[in-house]
């Protein structure tokens, strides 16, 4: 039910600043693109995980799980994108031709694109988990929606990975492609997932389970 959501994200940018470029870039570039990358860093490595957190629920999750997984993950990555915004801001217009109008044009567009991963996660929070063909129905409206956004993040960093400015930042390890940490859902854990303990089940080292066991076999 969620794969098709699943799939629009993979074949979509992931905010990767990946590229492979090695030229003499001048030491003001390299500067603007390393104060970027840093704060960058953490914001590409949430919208991974927020990415994956999506993905993880495609195969078997329950529709209330996938609603909730969804909801956090679009929340992330708005938050993240703003973030990054705020990040290029920051640092200014950077010294290259037509260095303003670059930056703020990603700025906007950062910004325009939180605006509308916010307006997905409210579309989801309508959905009905508790009709699976609506739900359904539904989630495919999300994910069409879902495309068309992340044409948009794509088109918001495509001048800044270009040129001298984009083999610059291309440099710097904030900028690289983050590997998703394992995030848990939300929602309850699904069968075969992660191990679930019962409510009652505390550690074998904790008194309470100490004591407990022993009025049991009194």
């Known amino acids: 039910m ?11 940018a992931v905010l990767v600043l990946a590229l492979s470029g090695c030229g003499d870039d001048g030491d003001k570039v390299n500067d603007w693109a390393k104060t970027v990358c840093d704060q960058a860093k953490p914001q590409i490595q949430k919208r991974a995980n927020a990415q994956q957190l999506i993905i993880s629920t495609a195969a ?3 529709p209330a799980d996938i609603q909730a997984a969804d909801s ?3 929340q992330d ?7 990054l915004a705020k990040a290029i801001q920051g640092a200014g217009a950077p ?3 037509n260095g303003e109008k670059i930056q703020q044009d990603a700025v906007r567009e950062l910004n ?8 997905l996660k409210k579309q989801v929070d309508a959905l009905d988990p508790g009709n699976q063909q609506k739900f359904a129905d539904g989630l495919q409206g999300v994910a069409d929606g879902l495309k068309k956004i992340e044409k948009m993040d794509q088109d918001a960093l495509a001048k800044l990975q270009s040129g001298e400015l984009g083999q610059a930042m291309a440099k710097q390890p904030g900028c ?3 590997t998703p940490s394992v995030a848990p859902s939300p929602a309850s854990p699904k069968g075969g997932s992660t ?4 409510p009652s089940e505390k550690p074998a080292d904790s008194k309470p389970s100490a004591s407990a066991s022993k009025k049991k076999a009194e």
């Open 2 to 12: 969620n794969k098709k959501l699943a799939a629009a994200l993979s074949g979509g």
């Open 60 to 62: 078997d999750g329950k």
């Open 72 to 74: 956090k993950a679009f």
């Open 77 to 83: 990555i708005a938050d993240a994108d703003r973030a």
């Open 95 to 97: 010294p290259v031709d």
């Open 112 to 119: 325009s694109t939180a605006v509308a991963y916010e307006g």
């Open 176 to 178: 690289q492609k983050a």
């Open 195 to 198: 191990p679930s303990s019962k």
